[in-house]
């Protein structure tokens, strides 16, 4: 079965991508990782990591995918060497100088990162003859020249599916450096290429309109059954730095959608499947380059965005199954008397109405405020730890 | 070190060739960022005239391939004379493959724009016997020199010029023209820039063409200041004259010919041309997060 490959930026990221349907995530360590802002993991915490996942015959792969400076290149064999002994599935290596070393000091399983920009066949066997068994394509190919390339290679191919676009070839883009002196493949973009612009022939301005490079988010639903037709090895969702209701909704999308393909070999509407992602998302989405070279359809002129249609206000840490009580981590604004849905890993979707709300003095609160307060309240329908609650707008 | 630059106009090739070494050309169906496209055949004269002078000519497939594109590559090479040329210059590893395969590795010069930032990383194609590669353009002098030390094979660097910062396959230009409704897809046209909303001082070069849509630095790179340093190890010196033509780079190959910044030849340029120059990162260290530490 095609692999679905999740993001997780810390601990409790990671579990949820993995409850909720994901068959490997890909987290980046403290040192050689792109994404700097996301949390990273210490070497205890990747170890902590691999063994939640094992235990459910899971992966984790690590990012080393910077591209390194001299003064970066220094303790490299140790912290591969760490990661080999936390047992880590696979790292994701965009520098030759990574990719050799791991495959010559260590037994990991190497898979070449995006930052590579692998556009063709002869590109993805040059890297797989060296030893990399895995390939990150470059976002900017078809469904077909996917396919036409797996045909081709007998490495395994990793395609995005979900997510933020870079706009430039991935690793060939300097304007963060240029702009703003943060290096963009050692873990700084600053996204200039998100910024508003003024397009000028011979210093005059061409029109009032912003010029923006910025595109809608990758979504890739309607071309799942196509990629894993195509026999693609392993479909990647983007974004180490979203926030766990995202990670989620999105992989439980995906997961049902392929378990959906495998088990009827079509998919009959994939609204559901929308629906379901636009409770999450706040950025306008389009398939990318999956169904051609992408137009003006899914360029993002005046910043425009959306607002997920729904709420997340908590999770569920504990529940007795006598007293029907739940304890649930708030994470947004609730209150008594709201209607919230019950979005779990294994179960379809029910509601509810809030009846009352204790503290953990068993005082009653009206209204759930305080981020990360643990709460008490009574839930009719059996739920268990990790569901979430999404507030109902009516 | 030798000297090579790019080209407008043919009838200047003698001009360009008082003070460089040789030159490097392209075709838009195969390269990016050219200052003009010639077809095969002029290319092919180019060969043919550069072997006579004993001067060097480069060709440029520097644009990033699909399959069905590399279909279209291996074609167009059918009808040129590769053996003729110095170099090839391929931004994607797949064209490197298809000239090996041709037995041409060997003449591959590999550039990658903003990959080869180390030694390491540099020289990672050493047992495949390419020609060369491209050094980063975003890394400092020291990093640079470090590189010239340890090298396995000629080393390249864009030496002047509007150094390229993105390089995306989307028509970035021609999208915005169909959003604002104007009939002019403004491709292939040298005279348009971007202007951020905070940066109102500062206009980026932008360029659209077959390969895609790509950003420039707004000031122009020089290493005249440091020219007598990398001459000991840096095998070529590359003049890239987009956005500019074949008058400027002959004024522009003069002084590095000599090896000399004649400063009244520089402030007259950068008067005639509209343009700053400046050292680009030979000593401006890019930020990197503080290792062990999130930010």
Same mark, same amino acid.
């Given at each position: 079965?095609?692999?679905?490959?999740?993001?997780?930026?810390?601990?409790?990221?990671?579990?949820?991508?993995?409850?909720?349907?994901?068959?490997?995530?890909?987290?980046?360590?403290?040192?050689? %990782?792109? *994404?700097?802002?996301? =949390? &990273?993991?210490?070497?205890?915490?990747?170890?902590?990591?691999?063994?939640? /996942? !094992?235990?459910?015959?899971?992966?984790?792969?690590?990012?080393?995918?910077?591209?390194?400076?001299?003064?970066?290149?220094?303790?490299?064999?140790?912290?591969?060497?760490?990661?080999?002994?936390?047992?880590?599935?696979?790292?994701?290596?965009?520098?030759?100088?990574?990719?050799?070393?791991?495959?010559?000091?260590?037994?990991?399983?190497?898979?070449?990162?995006?930052?590579?920009?692998?556009?063709?066949?002869?590109?993805?066997?040059?890297?797989?003859?060296?030893?990399?068994?895995?390939?990150?394509?470059?976002?900017?190919?078809?469904?077909?020249?996917?396919?036409?390339?797996?045909?081709?290679?007998?490495?395994?191919?990793?395609?995005?599916?979900?997510?933020?676009?870079?706009?430039?070839? %991935?690793? *060939?883009?300097?304007? =963060? &450096?240029?702009?703003?002196?943060?290096?963009?493949?050692?873990?700084?973009? /600053? !996204?200039?290429?998100?910024?508003?612009?003024?397009?000028?022939?011979?210093?005059?301005k061409v029109s009032d309109e912003t010029f923006s490079m910025s595109s809608k988010d990758l979504e890739a639903?309607?071309?799942?059954?196509?990629?894993?037709?195509?026999?693609?090895?392993?479909?990647?969702?983007?974004?180490?730095?979203?926030?766990?209701?995202?990670?989620?909704?999105?992989?439980?999308?995906?997961?049902?959608?392929?378990?959906?393909?495998?088990?009827?070999?079509?998919?009959?509407?994939?609204?559901?499947?929308?629906?379901?992602?636009?409770?999450?998302?706040?950025?306008?989405?389009?398939?990318?380059?999956?169904?051609?070279?992408?137009?003006?359809?899914?360029?993002?002129?005046?910043?425009?965005?959306?607002?997920?249609?729904?709420?997340?206000?908590?999770?569920?840490?504990?529940?007795?199954?006598?007293?029907?009580?739940?304890?649930?981590?708030?994470?947004?604004?609730?209150?008594?008397?709201?209607?919230?849905?019950?979005?779990?890993?294994?179960?379809?979707?029910?509601?509810?109405?809030?009846?009352?709300?204790?503290?953990?003095?068993?005082?009653?609160?009206?209204?759930?405020?305080?981020?990360?307060?643990?709460?008490?309240?009574?839930?009719?329908?059996?739920?268990?730890?990790?569901?979430?609650?999404?507030?109902?707008?009516? | 070190?030798?000297?090579?630059?790019?080209?407008?106009?043919?009838?200047?090739?003698?001009?360009?060739?008082?003070?460089?070494?040789?030159?490097?050309?392209?075709?838009?169906?195969?390269?990016?960022?050219?200052?003009?496209?010639?077809?095969?055949?002029?290319?092919?004269?180019?060969?043919?005239?550069?072997?006579?002078?004993?001067?060097?000519?480069?060709?440029?497939?520097?644009?990033?391939?699909?399959?069905?594109?590399?279909?279209?590559?291996?074609?167009?090479?059918?009808?040129?004379?590769?053996?003729?040329?110095?170099?090839?210059?391929?931004?994607?590893?797949?064209?490197?493959?298809?000239?090996?395969?041709?037995?041409?590795?060997?003449?591959?010069?590999?550039?990658?724009?903003?990959?080869?930032?180390?030694?390491?990383?540099?020289?990672?194609?050493?047992?495949?016997?390419?020609?060369?590669?491209?050094?980063?353009?975003?890394?400092?002098?020291?990093?640079?020199?470090?590189?010239?030390?340890?090298?396995?094979?000629?080393?390249?660097?864009?030496?002047?010029?509007?150094?390229?910062?993105?390089?995306?396959?989307?028509?970035?230009?021609?999208?915005?023209?169909?959003?604002?409704?104007?009939?002019?897809?403004?491709?292939?046209?040298?005279?348009?820039?971007?202007?951020?909303?905070?940066?109102?001082?500062?206009?980026?070069?932008?360029?659209?063409?077959?390969?895609?849509?790509?950003?420039?630095?707004?000031?122009?790179?020089?290493?005249?200041?440091?020219?007598?340093?990398?001459?000991?190890?840096?095998?070529?010196?590359?003049?890239?004259?987009?956005?500019?033509?074949?008058?400027?780079?002959?004024?522009?190959?003069?002084?590095?010919?000599?090896?000399?910044?004649?400063?009244?030849?520089?402030?007259?340029?950068?008067?005639?041309?509209?343009?700053?120059?400046?050292?680009?990162?030979?000593?401006?260290?890019?930020?990197?997060?503080?290792?062990?530490?999130?930010?």
């Amino acid at each position: 079965m095609i692999e679905l490959l999740a993001p997780a930026g810390d601990l409790e990221k990671l579990k949820i991508a993995l409850i909720y349907g994901a068959d490997a995530v890909f987290i980046g360590g403290e040192n050689f %990782s792109l *994404r700097a802002r996301a =949390s &990273n993991f210490t070497l205890t915490d990747i170890k902590e990591a691999t063994m939640f /996942a !094992h235990k459910l015959k899971k992966k984790v792969y690590v990012t080393t995918n910077i591209i390194p400076h001299h003064e970066d290149m220094d303790d490299l064999i140790p912290y591969l060497k760490g990661l080999e002994e936390a047992e880590v599935d696979a790292i994701i290596s965009a520098s030759p100088f990574i990719v050799d070393t791991a495959l010559k000091h260590t037994s990991l399983e190497v898979h070449l990162s995006t930052q590579q920009s692998s556009m063709n066949a002869e590109t993805v066997n040059f890297w797989y003859e060296r030893g990399v068994k895995r390939i990150v394509l470059a976002r900017e190919l078809s469904k077909q020249q996917i396919k036409r390339l797996v045909d081709k290679t007998k490495a395994d191919i990793e395609v995005f599916i979900h997510g933020g676009m870079c706009m430039s070839y %991935s690793g *060939r883009c300097s304007l =963060s &450096n240029s702009m703003t002196d943060r290096d963009a493949n050692r873990g700084g973009c /600053a !996204h200039s290429c998100r910024w508003n612009y003024e397009l000028r022939q011979n210093g005059e301005k061409v029109s009032d309109e912003t010029f923006s490079m910025s595109s809608k988010d990758l979504e890739a639903l309607e071309q799942i059954p196509y990629l894993i037709e195509a026999g693609v090895a392993s479909l990647k969702i983007e974004g180490r730095m979203k926030s766990l209701h995202y990670i989620a909704t999105v992989v439980k999308v995906y997961r049902d959608l392929i378990d959906q393909y495998y088990l009827n070999k079509e998919i009959a509407s994939f609204d559901q499947f929308l629906n379901e992602l636009k409770k999450a998302e706040n950025r306008l989405a389009s398939f990318g380059y999956l169904e051609g070279m992408p137009g003006i359809e899914q360029q993002l002129y005046n910043q425009r965005s959306e607002k997920p249609t729904q709420l997340f206000v908590g999770i569920v840490k504990e529940y007795d199954h006598e007293s029907k009580i739940a304890i649930v981590e708030q994470r947004n604004y609730f209150k008594t008397g709201d209607k919230l849905e019950i979005f779990s890993p294994d179960k379809a979707l029910e509601t509810f109405v809030v009846e009352e709300i204790l503290d953990e003095n068993n005082d009653i609160v009206e209204v759930a405020r305080h981020p990360q307060q643990r709460l008490k309240m009574k839930i009719d329908h059996p739920v268990e730890e990790y569901a979430m609650l999404r507030k109902i707008d009516e | 070190m030798k000297i090579i630059s790019t080209i407008f106009k043919l009838d200047n090739l003698m001009s360009i060739l008082e003070n460089a070494d040789g030159i490097i050309v392209g075709n838009s169906n195969f390269s990016a960022r050219l200052t003009s496209s010639f077809s095969i055949e002029e290319i092919n004269d180019l060969i043919s005239k550069l072997n006579q002078l004993d001067k060097s000519i480069f060709l440029n497939v520097n644009q990033m391939f699909s399959d069905d594109q590399l279909d279209a590559v291996r074609k167009q090479f059918k009808s040129l004379n590769l053996h003729g040329l110095t170099g090839i210059v391929v931004a994607d590893l797949g064209v490197f493959r298809i000239l090996k395969q041709q037995g041409l590795g060997h003449k591959v010069v590999y550039n990658p724009e903003t990959l080869l930032t180390n030694y390491y990383d540099f020289n990672f194609l050493a047992s495949e016997h390419v020609y060369g590669a491209y050094i980063a353009k975003e890394i400092t002098l020291a990093d640079i020199m470090q590189i010239l030390n340890k090298k396995s094979y000629k080393t390249f660097m864009v030496g002047h010029g509007h150094l390229n910062m993105f390089y995306s396959k989307r028509k970035l230009i021609d999208n915005f023209s169909k959003f604002i409704g104007t009939d002019n897809t403004f491709k292939n046209q040298q005279n348009l820039t971007l202007t951020e909303e905070h940066r109102q001082n500062l206009n980026y070069p932008v360029f659209e063409d077959e390969a895609g849509t790509h950003v420039f630095r707004p000031a122009v790179f020089e290493t005249l200041s440091v020219v007598d340093q990398l001459e000991r190890q840096l095998d070529y010196l590359v003049v890239d004259t987009i956005f500019k033509d074949d008058d400027y780079a002959v004024k522009v190959l003069k002084m590095y010919h000599n090896r000399q910044l004649d400063l009244k030849e520089k402030e007259q340029l950068e008067k005639d041309y509209h343009e700053t120059w400046d050292d680009g990162f030979l000593y401006k260290k890019t930020i990197y997060k503080t290792r062990g530490q999130n930010d």
